[in-house]
């Protein structure tokens, strides 16, 4: 069983929709969740990371983390066509990195 | 401007033929690490560096090598390449000073084939 589950999608949208990604975990000694988003044929890009349970806002963009129910999740508000790419859940303990398989969003006009 | 580079960006090769595929960055991050990306299999992680000369294995290590003898570098050597290791491979980097340690920078990946 993979230490990070993440829910597979696609997800397709229409735009200004409310979008909700998830990821759920095993490994306790997680410390930093982080989200990434990765483009077509690009490197993966840091969205937002938290450290604790609990919310953290930036912008559209919502990150929640249930350490009790080892559950993860990413909300975007307003979707937009621009959002459409592939969300990466990932988590940290050390230095050791580990990665959800992602999700493949569209946001369609 | 602020970045990973990694080369050569594509890359095809033969089965037994020794390849490197180097990293750089220029943030003066402490952290480096590499990764393979495959469909289905996501993202995972080879090794990682929390600083020079220290080199830790990640999740899927088996028939790489790494060294870290500068801070700004981190290549990734494949000493006898087999069709497994087909993949896309990323280096990342993160300052180990802050409080977002582990925001991770990805260089733009390397596609590698093996035949």
């Known amino acids: 069983q993979k230490e990070v589950e993440q829910d597979p999608g696609p997800l397709s949208v229409p735009e200004g929709a409310i979008v909700s990604l998830n990821c759920t975990y095993s490994?306790?000694?997680?410390?930093?969740f982080m989200w990434y988003r990765q483009y077509s044929r690009k490197g993966p890009e840091l969205l937002m990371y938290?450290?604790?349970?609990g919310n953290k806002e930036d912008g559209r963009f919502t990150a929640q983390v249930d350490k009790s129910s080892k559950y993860i999740s990413l909300f975007i508000r307003d979707s937009q066509p621009s959002d459409s790419a592939t969300y990466l859940c990932?988590?940290?303990?050390?230095?050791?990195?580990?990665f959800g398989d992602g999700t493949t969003l569209t946001v369609k006009p | 401007e602020a970045q990973v580079t990694q080369n050569p960006r594509y890359l095809i090769t033969v089965t037994g033929k020794k390849l490197t595929v180097t990293c750089s960055q220029n943030?003066?991050?402490?952290?480096m690490s590499w990764y393979r990306q495959d469909p289905g299999l996501g993202l995972r992680q080879i090794y990682y560096?929390?600083?020079?000369?220290?080199?830790d294995k990640g999740d899927v290590p088996e028939g790489y090598k790494v060294s870290r003898k500068e801070k700004r570098n981190f290549p990734l050597i494949l000493e006898s390449p087999s069709p497994n290791q087909t993949s896309l491979y990323f280096c990342?980097?993160?300052?180990?000073?802050?409080?977002?340690?582990?925001?991770?920078?990805f260089g733009p990946g390397t596609r590698l084939t093996v035949t």
């Open positions: 943030m003066n991050h402490e952290y």
């Open positions: 490994n306790s000694a997680f410390q930093y």
């Open positions: 990342a980097s993160s300052s180990s000073d802050r409080e977002d340690a582990y925001e991770q920078y």
């Open positions: 560096s929390m600083n020079v000369e220290v080199t």
């Open positions: 990932a988590m940290t303990n050390a230095g050791k990195s580990t």
């Open positions: 938290t450290y604790s349970s």
